[in-house]
């Protein structure tokens, strides 16, 4: 059995939060394919990427409050299970209908890696030190999305786009003997929480009356949007309209990893140093600038991949550093009721990614523009949220804090 406070232990909590990047970025490169071999277009290809977010919100409000009352490890259990078999369901999928609903179920189970993930980080290191951990976490769990979509690509090229869903059907499996035999519970007993609707509404109630929590949320959704938009994209933008290969595909997409991983680097490194806020202005002025030079490029028709790839490399080192600390900031005051902040936070955050992800499908017209101006528009929306909602808010909790202690 696994220590709470051990690096295995966050390695093991990074490992079930990387489903999510796993089922999103994995089968990104073969989206092209998928559409020729389910004879279907790709607004209905995309479809599968927003209806995944979509599921994945919702879920999202169940499996926190659940969990506050039973405890991080069998709502986890359950989840990984219904995820195994929805991406059985995928991997045979016939037509799309198919695949959409396997897609869905795979939201529904998926959702509890990484709501629970975060909500664990919080039971185990209490709001200080979460901050820190939840960094050096991101930084193992970029892995996944480093490598998801050159693996993706290998599976399509020797086995076929269903062998991507199989190798996520194994993955689920593996997580799930972790979970059954490994992973101790997280959640003390004297903080379970109880599951009567009433109480679950009413935490949610509270959590949107705080202006703190609606202002990191919202920091972190916006910047989400503009990734997801990058998501949903990405393949038919690189691969239909610039031609760029499968594989090389994967390769522009390690590199965006990697400065997602940079910033995931300063965050924990400066976290004490700096503090939450402060690295928070830098990181989403730097989403802003990077999201708004994407935008600028594809109006003038500057058609080429850096002018996509180079600008997002860019705005994932500054959501690199909003992840961890936005999700730090929403869930330290919340420590009676972390499985429910966590969920709504994710909620909010896969509904503003999964309405992006939508319009992108919708209005693509073939060329980077749609897309850039939606990654433009999340960066400006992320600095939007922190200088309006986040920085008031710690600026009058501060001033509390200096009345009370005269």
């Given at each position: 059995m696994l220590r709470l406070k051990s690096p295995a232990m966050v390695i093991t909590l990074a490992a079930l939060t990387a489903l999510g990047p796993l089922a999103t970025d994995m089968y990104l490169p073969a989206m092209p394919a998928m559409a020729a071999a389910l004879d279907t277009g790709p607004d209905q290809i995309q479809l599968t990427l927003s209806l995944y977010m979509a599921g994945f919100a919702v879920a999202q409000l169940f499996c926190g409050p659940i969990s506050d009352r039973f405890g991080r490890k069998p709502v986890m259990i359950a989840g990984f299970g219904l995820f195994l078999l929805a991406s059985l369901l995928c991997a045979l999928a016939p037509s799309i209908e198919w695949l959409l609903a396997g897609r869905f179920l795979q939201a529904l189970g998926g959702a509890a890696g990484p709501v629970l993930g975060r909500a664990a980080v919080r039971d185990i290191h209490g709001p200080l030190e979460a901050g820190r951990?939840?960094?050096?976490?991101?930084?193992t769990m970029a892995l996944a999305p480093a490598l998801a979509p050159i693996v993706g690509a290998g599976l399509l090229l020797f086995f076929g786009w269903k062998s991507i869903f199989a190798l996520l059907t194994i993955y689920a499996a593996a997580?799930?003997?972790v979970l059954a035999f490994l992973m101790p519970e997280p959640l003390a007993r004297e903080n379970r929480q109880s599951v009567h609707p009433a109480a679950i509404l009413q935490n949610y109630r509270m959590l949107l009356g705080q202006r703190a929590f609606m202002g990191y949320t919202l920091v972190n959704a916006s910047g989400f949007s503009g990734l997801f938009a990058?998501?949903?994209g990405s393949s038919f933008v690189l691969i239909e309209f610039m031609g760029m290969s499968?594989?090389?595909y994967g390769i522009g997409f390690t590199l965006i990893v990697a400065g997602f991983f940079s910033g995931t680097l300063i965050s924990g490194r400066y976290s004490h140093r700096l503090g939450r806020d402060r690295l928070l202005l830098l990181a989403t002025s730097i989403c802003a600038l990077a999201g708004l030079t994407m935008a600028v490029l594809a109006a003038a028709a500057v058609?080429?991949?850096w002018a996509v790839i180079g600008p997002h490399?860019?705005?994932l080192v500054g959501f690199g550093i909003v992840m961890p600390q936005s999700m730090s900031g929403a869930l330290a005051p919340n420590p009676q009721c972390a499985g429910s902040a966590s969920s709504l936070f994710?909620?909010?955050q896969m509904s503003l990614a999964a309405l992006g992800g939508a319009l992108v499908g919708r209005f693509h017209d073939g060329t980077s523009l749609t897309m850039a101006v939606s990654i433009g528009l999340g960066g400006v929306l992320s600095l939007a949220a922190f200088l309006l909602l986040v920085r008031p808010a710690s600026r009058a909790a501060a001033?509390?804090?200096a009345g009370s202690s005269r």
């Amino acid at each position: 059995m696994l220590r709470l406070k051990s690096p295995a232990m966050v390695i093991t909590l990074a490992a079930l939060t990387a489903l999510g990047p796993l089922a999103t970025d994995m089968y990104l490169p073969a989206m092209p394919a998928m559409a020729a071999a389910l004879d279907t277009g790709p607004d209905q290809i995309q479809l599968t990427l927003s209806l995944y977010m979509a599921g994945f919100a919702v879920a999202q409000l169940f499996c926190g409050p659940i969990s506050d009352r039973f405890g991080r490890k069998p709502v986890m259990i359950a989840g990984f299970g219904l995820f195994l078999l929805a991406s059985l369901l995928c991997a045979l999928a016939p037509s799309i209908e198919w695949l959409l609903a396997g897609r869905f179920l795979q939201a529904l189970g998926g959702a509890a890696g990484p709501v629970l993930g975060r909500a664990a980080v919080r039971d185990i290191h209490g709001p200080l030190e979460a901050g820190r951990v939840l960094s050096y976490m991101a930084s193992t769990m970029a892995l996944a999305p480093a490598l998801a979509p050159i693996v993706g690509a290998g599976l399509l090229l020797f086995f076929g786009w269903k062998s991507i869903f199989a190798l996520l059907t194994i993955y689920a499996a593996a997580m799930l003997l972790v979970l059954a035999f490994l992973m101790p519970e997280p959640l003390a007993r004297e903080n379970r929480q109880s599951v009567h609707p009433a109480a679950i509404l009413q935490n949610y109630r509270m959590l949107l009356g705080q202006r703190a929590f609606m202002g990191y949320t919202l920091v972190n959704a916006s910047g989400f949007s503009g990734l997801f938009a990058f998501l949903s994209g990405s393949s038919f933008v690189l691969i239909e309209f610039m031609g760029m290969s499968p594989f090389g595909y994967g390769i522009g997409f390690t590199l965006i990893v990697a400065g997602f991983f940079s910033g995931t680097l300063i965050s924990g490194r400066y976290s004490h140093r700096l503090g939450r806020d402060r690295l928070l202005l830098l990181a989403t002025s730097i989403c802003a600038l990077a999201g708004l030079t994407m935008a600028v490029l594809a109006a003038a028709a500057v058609y080429t991949p850096w002018a996509v790839i180079g600008p997002h490399i860019l705005f994932l080192v500054g959501f690199g550093i909003v992840m961890p600390q936005s999700m730090s900031g929403a869930l330290a005051p919340n420590p009676q009721c972390a499985g429910s902040a966590s969920s709504l936070f994710g909620f909010l955050q896969m509904s503003l990614a999964a309405l992006g992800g939508a319009l992108v499908g919708r209005f693509h017209d073939g060329t980077s523009l749609t897309m850039a101006v939606s990654i433009g528009l999340g960066g400006v929306l992320s600095l939007a949220a922190f200088l309006l909602l986040v920085r008031p808010a710690s600026r009058a909790a501060a001033a509390r804090q200096a009345g009370s202690s005269r």
